[in-house]
């Protein structure tokens, strides 16, 4: 399953040419531009399933840096700085990784 089939692909682009530059990504904005935010939990659900490329169940750090990447292929990939704050955010059981319900959490703050 591709993002675009979850969100609408013009919104998609619009929210990553707002943050192509270097060390601008801010998730909220992000979750919110795409529409992912006013998406079911299904949808959701959906999209954290496209974005765990390992199908571990979890998105791990490596995972986080590529993330704009599954949206389009013609994302960036998150600077360091980026993917750690992605993942400070989102991370509430401190294990290192985001699971299905800490980043459905994520999406609808």
Do not use: C, W
């Amino acid at each position: 399953m591709a993002m675009n089939s979850i969100l609408n692909p013009d919104d998609i682009k619009k929210a990553l040419d707002a943050f192509q530059a270097v060390d601008s990504f801010d998730h909220k904005r992000f979750f919110e531009m795409v529409g992912l935010k006013a998406k079911s939990a299904d949808d959701v659900k959906k999209a954290f399933h496209v974005l765990d490329a390992d199908n571990s169940g979890y998105i791990e750090e490596e995972e986080l840096k590529f993330v704009l990447k599954q949206f389009d292929k013609g994302g960036r990939d998150l600077t360091d700085k980026e993917t750690k704050a992605f993942l400070q955010a989102a991370d509430k059981d401190g294990d290192g990784k985001i699971g299905a319900e800490e980043f459905a959490a994520l999406v609808r703050e």
